[in-house]
């Protein structure tokens, strides 16, 4: 799963999102550094020294089932471009569908 960087509400960041950048107070000074997993300690205190959002970091969305089938697709499709110049050989069977299976963990 990629990551991306949000900035969020403090009330709509979960406990245990990652912090993105450091939190610092009006003179520079580190309050939370880049990368802390956030507590509700954390939250309560951010909120009542006025730090109304965060950087953090979250996930992309799951894909839809439709979104998958294409991706799996794609990626069959890739291979066999690949691949279309290789002898059809047992050899070259089986290293192909060793890649797809590999490929195809993602999606687990």
């Not at 960087?5 to 520079?28: H, T």
């Not at 279309?84 to 047992?90: K, L, S, V, W, Y």
């Amino acid at each position: 799963m990629s990551e991306r960087n949000q900035l969020l509400p403090l009330d709509q960041i979960i406990v245990g999102m990652e912090l993105a950048e450091s939190i610092r107070d009006r003179l520079g000074n580190v309050m939370l550094p880049e990368g802390v997993f956030l507590t509700e300690q954390h939250l309560q205190s951010l909120a009542q020294r006025g730090i109304a959002t965060a950087l953090v970091k979250v996930g992309e969305p799951p894909m839809t089932g439709e979104e998958q089938e294409k991706q799996i697709q794609a990626i069959k499709e890739h291979l066999d471009y690949i691949f279309r110049h290789a002898q059809d050989t047992p050899l070259n069977q089986e290293l192909k569908a060793l890649i797809l299976s590999y490929r195809m963990e993602q999606f687990d």
